[in-house]
């Protein structure tokens, strides 16, 4: 296991240290490829509720636009909040918020302007509306889609992500509350810029494959 952490830690600082010597105009063109193929995938044209990551700023395939088409297309969108509250502060009743939660943003005004930026630089929902309800949580409601982000990705479906292990438990939450309620588990989609895809990622059992991975040239799936 600490090999694996090793090579995990050579692996993100190695594609990392690509990534930040890719022109912003690069990044700009291969995101919009992706957000066309992704459109015109099946998972996302048959999904009624759909999380996407919001893009930091850093290389990573923007999801700005595709947020804004998944509202125009009627879908319901749902955003990652990454929250240290304490219990009883302004936590849901069963929840601490010390992980992620995918909760939705309405409309593009929200989407434009709604959002704060947190000490990641990754804008995210408040947690309670302008009128004091608490958001909806897609835990709460199911998805049909989840579109995550990564360091780095390999042509067997594998993911290596930022290190914090949030996708891997939200997934694990989703299968299980899935089978408890009788229904599929969300599809996955990765993004991928072309410098992410490499022939083999390092993982352990707790890393979680994706079913498809998009990049610019491609989509794979698993």
């Known amino acids: 296991m600490a090999a694996v952490r090793g090579t995990k830690a050579s692996v993100r ?8 010597a890719l022109p912003r105009p690069e990044i700009e063109a291969q995101s919009h490829a992706v957000t066309e193929r992704v459109l015109a995938h099946p998972h ?7 999380s996407v990551y919001l893009s930091a700023p850093m ?14 297309h009627g879908k319901h ?12 502060a302004d936590a849901r009743e069963s929840h601490t918020f010390a992980e992620m939660h995918m909760l939705r943003v309405y409309d593009t005004q929200e989407l434009e302007s709604g959002l704060t930026v947190n ?8 947690l309670q509306l302008p009128d004091g309800t608490l958001r909806e949580d897609a835990m709460d409601v199911g998805l049909d889609l989840i579109v995550l982000p990564g360091v ?23 299968a299980i ?8 588990p969300p599809h996955t989609i990765a993004l991928a810029l072309r410098e992410q895809m490499l ?3 390092p993982r352990d059992e707790y890393d979680r494959p994706v079913d498809v991975i998009v990049t610019a040239d491609a989509d794979y799936s698993f």
């Open 59 to 72: 290389a990573e395939v923007d999801t700005w636009a595709l947020c804004r088409a998944a509202l125009c």
């Open 13 to 20: 600082r190695a594609v990392r240290c690509t990534l930040a």
């Open 44 to 50: 996302f044209q048959r999904a009624h509720a759909v």
């Open 77 to 88: 969108l749902y955003v990652p909040r990454f929250s240290t509250l304490a219990a009883g």
């Open 199 to 201: 022939e083999t990622v």
């Open 177 to 184: 509350r899935a089978q408890a309620q009788g229904r599929a």
């Open 119 to 126: 000490k990641w630089g990754i804008a995210e929902p408040a």
């Open 152 to 174: 780095a990705f390999d042509r067997h479906g594998a993911r290596l992500g930022q290190g914090r292990g949030y996708y891997d438990r939200y997934l694990a939450q989703c």
